[in-house]
C-alpha cells in the first residue's frame, strides 16, 4: 500500500467529517449560530429545530454525504483495504463530532472543538460500505423517531442496525468482519456524544418528539 494514499484518505476523511453544514446552513437560513440553539450541536435534528425543516433535511443529507464520501475516497485511492474504510468512517464521524473549524476557546485557555452527534455521517459511511444499509435502516429509524419520539434513540439504532447488517454479511457471505467494528464504534461515538441526552433519558426528562409528542400535546 502506498502509505501517502493512506495518509491523504484518512485526513480527508477528518476534513470531509468536519465540514459543519448545519451551522452554515442556519447561519444562511436565519442568521443564527446554531451552537448557540437547543442542544448546542450542529447537526440536521438542532437545525432543523433553529432554522425551519428545509435547513434540518439538507444538513443531515450534506452530512450524511460527508461520510459516504470519506469512505468512498478511501476505496477509491486503496482497493481491498477494509481497516482502512472502517478508519475513514470513524474518523468522518469524529470531524463531525468535533469540527475543527468550531474550535472554541474557554477563558482559562481550554480548547473546545464543537459538532454533532454523528449518525448522519455514520449512516453514510455504513451505506459506502454496503448501499443496502441505507434503504433498510432509514426506515426502522424513522419509525423509532415517530413512534418512540427520542432523537437520541433513534441516532443510536443508526449504529446498532449497522452492527446487526454487517455481522449477518459476515456470517453468511463472508464480507469484511472490520465492518463490524464500524458499526461498534461508531456506537461508542454515538454514545459518548449523546451523554447527556442519556443523562435526560434516565431521569426521564428528554425531549421528546414525533406520535409521542403529539400525543403529548393532544392531552394537554
Known amino acids: 500500500m502506498d502509505i501517502w494514499r493512506i495518509i491523504i484518505s484518512l485526513v480527508s ?28 450541536r450542529t447537526g440536521g435534528t438542532n437545525a432543523g ?23 468512498w475516497l478511501a476505496m477509491f485511492l486503496v482497493p481491498n ?31 473546545h472543538l464543537r459538532g454533532g452527534a454523528g449518525g448522519a455521517p455514520a449512516l453514510g459511511a455504513a451505506f459506502a460500505m454496503f448501499n443496502w444499509t441505507l434503504p433498510i435502516i432509514l426506515p426502522i429509524a424513522m419509525i423509532i423517531l ?7 434513540i433513534t441516532t443510536l439504532s443508526i449504529a446498532v442496525l449497522s452492527i446487526i447488517i454487517f455481522s449477518i454479511r459476515y456470517v453468511i457471505n463472508g464480507e469484511p468482519w472490520q465492518y463490524i ?21 434516565l431521569k426521564g ?16
Open 181 to 201: 467494528i464500524f458499526g461498534i464504534g461508531a456506537l461508542l461515538m454515538l454514545l459518548w456524544a449523546l451523554r447527556p441526552n442519556i443523562a435526560r433519558l
Open 49 to 71: 429545530r433553529a432554522a425551519g425543516f428545509t435547513a434540518g433535511a439538507l444538513t443531515g443529507i450534506l452530512d450524511f454525504l460527508k461520510g459516504s464520501l470519506s469512505v
Open 205 to 220: 426528562n428528554e425531549r421528546v418528539v414525533g406520535l409521542r409528542a403529539w400525543i403529548k400535546e393532544r392531552k394537554k
Open 81 to 111: 483495504a477494509p481497516w482502512l474504510y472502517v478508519a475513514a468512517g470513524l474518523l468522518a464521524i469524529g470531524g463531525h463530532n468535533y469540527s475543527i473549524h468550531l474550535l472554541e476557546r474557554d477563558p482559562d485557555g481550554t480548547i
Open 13 to 40: 476523511a477528518y476534513l470531509f467529517g468536519s465540514i459543519p453544514f448545519g451551522f452554515i446552513l442556519v447561519k444562511a437560513f436565519k442568521g443564527i449560530d446554531l451552537r448557540s440553539h437547543g442542544s448546542g
Open 146 to 152: 415517530l413512534v418512540i419520539g427520542y432523537a437520541s
